[in-house]
């Protein structure tokens, strides 16, 4: 008999989640039936959006926390995937699944050496947003000046990474001089800032006095607002997430807009959910592969250990001490 750790929402998150939000139930698993596997975590990914589930009455009090996990089959009555396969599903926050309907999970991308726990970042989920959002959204072309923000984040880090390949001149920021420090030295962004302690705007100007002809959006509200007079005429905004609304309570902070700003300078901005490109994942992880392998995007992970910590992990997206894509390590 096998038992398995899983997470539910106890109580709908009010603000910031807390670790109280949660609880860890422990299940005892039935034997396999014909078709079935049982899949054991081995790394289990947080994201922003899990947050973004209760404010839209996706995810009630009581319900199993969601979300994706790279797993390795431990018993098998199906064919199709052996003892030892490794797969990547939406298995949620837990650690040992049945699965019968084999439809959820499926085999890693192609990954040579790489550690398998990168599936869930760069050549995952958070990676091929970067890489969908950037090059289909935005299309940047080179010497165009991108700004993105969270950009020592999983989606933000890899974002400002491409851009450079493109041959762009990348302007980034993030919540605190270690990430500066990351995304300026290491990752090689022109221009990097710590948007808590400058004045937005005025670091903006000094960084493209021409204007922006692209922004990857990962935060929205005054963010956003304050770019648009920084955009240039026809720039393009892609519009990935909005940190800066997921934990806000009650009504969602109205303005203001520079509604004005956003018409005569021709702004193109255009929402889009990474699932939109899913038939072209397979080249782009292929690309992501070649171009990490070639130490031309560089990644980190911010790992946490234990099924456990999960909660810990999940709220470090929201207290901006994450670097990088956060992992826990089943
Ligand atoms: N559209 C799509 O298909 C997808 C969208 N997303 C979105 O991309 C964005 C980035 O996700 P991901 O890379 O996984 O997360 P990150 O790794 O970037 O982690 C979140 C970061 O957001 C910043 N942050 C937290 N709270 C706030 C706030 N109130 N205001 C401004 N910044 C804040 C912090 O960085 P800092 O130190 O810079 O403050 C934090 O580290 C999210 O908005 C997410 O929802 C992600 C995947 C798919
Ligand atoms: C729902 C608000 C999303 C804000 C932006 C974001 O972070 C989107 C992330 C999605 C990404 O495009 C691929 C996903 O899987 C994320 C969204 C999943 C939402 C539904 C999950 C429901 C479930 O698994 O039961």
């Given amino acids: 008999m096998v038992r398995s750790k899983a997470w539910i929402l106890e109580t709908p998150f009010h603000g910031i989640p807390k670790e109280d939000d949660f609880k860890l139930l422990k299940e005892d698993l039935n034997d396999l039936k014909d078709g079935e596997v049982l ?23 009581g319900s199993p ?57 760069p050549m995952g989920m958070t990676g091929m947003t970067a890489y969908f959002g950037l090059l289909e959204i935005l299309d940047p072309k080179p010497g165009e000046t991108v700004l993105v923000n ?6 933000g880090s890899i974002v400002g990474q491409i851009a450079k390949i493109k041959g762009c001149r990348v302007v980034a920021c993030a919540g605190s001089e270690d990430k500066c420090k990351w995304i300026k030295e290491d990752l090689g962004f022109d221009v990097v800032f710590n948007y808590k302690t400058v004045d937005l705007g005025e670091a903006l100007s000094e960084a493209a006095p021409d204007g922006i002809e692209c922004f990857f959006d990962n935060v929205a509200g005054d963010f ?34 520079p509604y004005m700003t956003i018409v005569f300078k021709q702004l193109r901005l255009e929402g889009f959910m990474v699932r939109r490109w899913w038939g072209k994942w397979s080249p782009a992880q292929v690309e992501m592969l070649q171009w990490i392998k070639e130490g031309k995007i560089k990644y980190k992970e911010c790992l946490f250990h234990g099924i456990e910590t999960m909660p810990k992990g999940f709220i470090s997206l929201f207290e901006g001490s994450n670097f990088g894509k956060v992992i826990i390590k089943a």
């Fill in 39 to 61: 899949c054991e975590a081995l790394y289990l990914s947080v994201d922003p959006y899990m947050r973004s589930l209760v404010s839209l009455g996706m995810l009630k009090a």
């Fill in 150 to 155: 969270s950009g020592a984040g999983a989606v």
């Fill in 65 to 121: 926390m969601v979300g994706d996990q790279v797993a390795i089959i431990t018993e098998s009555k199906s064919r199709d995937y052996p003892v030892g396969t490794n797969v990547i599903g939406r298995l949620g926050w837990r650690s040992h699944t049945i699965v019968s309907d084999l439809t959820h999970i499926k085999l890693l991308p192609p990954m040579d050496d790489l550690p398998l726990s990168l599936a869930l970042g």
């Fill in 224 to 257: 956003m607002s304050t770019v648009f007079p920084h955009m240039k005429l026809y720039g393009r905004i892609a519009c990935c997430g909005t940190m800066s609304t997921y934990n806000a309570v009650g009504p969602q902070p109205s303005g203001p807009h």
